[in-house]
């Protein structure tokens, strides 16, 4: 009888605790708390390489990127040494055991051409490519139109060369017209909607040349399919018309923002025409409630190791929102 008395002693005092807290919570004076959180910031390892030709492997991407600070890591795949699944999973614990998040994958396609098995190819690219951001954990990739293919080299100057001295822009195939092109487009990514459902990856629709060269393009395309796992990958310094209206007309609709820097001057000169200025483009977001990452891409001539780290202070100083 005394044990059964002492619980329920025991029992009572541990029912009233609660209620003297309460109390004593009642008494605080309701205030709003309003507070910021800055987004995270990743570098994508293109930063580091930029099609230069030589080695950079990924491993070397990942420790530079922690060592300077990031919180996550966009993978380039075509700079990646092997698609098995061996090393794809060695990667992802490299990031992991760097504090890192493998966040994005930046992936090549083009839907932008009159052969029907050309396009039914890249379709089944992408589709293994978004299998590939599923088995590195990785939550968006980066996907393109394609492009036309018109462009020539000409002297010393590559085939891209001479369409960013073109700022992009290239004659149509002859015989055909963009509602072809776009209708290409539209049909090849609808297609791959279902792989991107079933693995969990949303397609990030780049503002990158071909039919996505302006925002209008891109619009067209993601406003067509209308699903939830299309949406875009807003690119900074891929406008070089009317850029602060393009950036405003996808802000809404943007699920990554891949953020240019040229310190050193841009290694296509005409980036070095460009002037992104990162504190707008931050309030714009804010505007636009875009709460996810902001992933460097590095495009100058300056030493990445120093490069890199200002690039840093840009973004975290631009890139934040409320909390209330």
Known sequence: MKRRSLIKTITAAAIGTPFLGHSKINRIPNKKFIKTKQNPVATSTYSFWQFNGSETPIEYCIEKTAEFGFDGVELLLIQMESEKNSYLQKIKKRAFDAGLDIMGLSTHQSFVSPDKSKRQQNIELTKHQIEIAHSLGIPTIRINTGRWGTTKARGNKSEFD?????????PVIDGYTE???FKWVIDSIAECIPTAEKNGVVLGLENHWGLGLTSKGVLRIVNAINSPWLSVTLDTGNFFENREEQIKDLAPHTCLIQAKTYFGGAKWPAFDEIDIDYPAIGKLMRENNYRGYISLEFEGNEDANTAIPKSLKILRD????KLS
């Open 179 to 181: 509602e072809d092109g």
């Open 318 to 321: 631009s890139f934040y929102y």
């Open 162 to 170: 001479v369409l960013m001295d073109n700022k992009g822009v290239e």
